[in-house]
């Protein structure tokens, strides 16, 4: 039987719940979020630092094991179909994935998947993911390029024609890197999306503004954050 990694949360349940995708393509959508922990990558601006960031918090009090099926009978009984597996970055573990995945779409499950882009999905996992939710870091990230841009998998999303590249920016120099990456993987417009960094309201609004209107110029989609919006930086929203 596979075993998951997820983050813990403070009631010692394992972070699964339910609430509306807040970005990318198919924001509004009611959606299970399944939040896996470990990350290959330590942004400095994450708002999940406690899936990875050992330095500051003790992966004995935010991990908790989970068994594939005692995962999948927790996502069944929300009575939701969209499910969204996030992170960490979850293809950490997605040998253990793919075997919750096939069991999900049994069922008639909807999967999306959040990644940072820097590792290639599996044969397996390819054929169940319905949309890949890919977010490609930029230099504001903080990660060395080597770590954060790999070529060969950010070209396979590139191509994927179920992948959408999602960009955090902070501010104007953000978009000539945005430009660079999308003319260098000859990435469509379409699958290009813009969304501002904050893990406030406040930061998420004063970021948007001119950001949407560079979205319009560019031809690229535009995200806001919306569970921040609507409920700050809580977790399990």
Known sequence: MAVLQL?????????????IQGEGASIGVPSVFVRLALCNLQCQWCDTRYTWDWTKFDPRETI??????DLVRRIAQTGI???????GEPLLQQGQLAAIATELKSMQHRIEVETNGTLEPCAQLTELVDQWNVSPKLANSANAQHKREIATALGWYAACPRAYLKFVVRDSDDIYEVENLV???SV??????????GNDAQTVARRASWL???CCKCGYRFSTRLHVLLWGDERGR
């Not at 949360?9 to 609430?19: A, D, I, K, M, T």
């Not at 908790?64 to 099926?69: D, G, S, T």
């Not at 179909?81 to 992170?87: E, K, R």
């Open 7 to 19: 983050s813990r949360l403070p009631n010692g349940e394992p972070e699964v719940f339910v609430s």
């Open 64 to 69: 908790v094991r989970v068994e594939a099926h």
């Open 212 to 214: 949407a209107e560079q």
């Open 188 to 197: 469509p417009v379409h699958k290009v999306i813009l969304m501002p960094e």
């Open 183 to 185: 003319a260098r993987y």
């Open 81 to 87: 179909t969209n499910v969204v597996i996030t992170g």
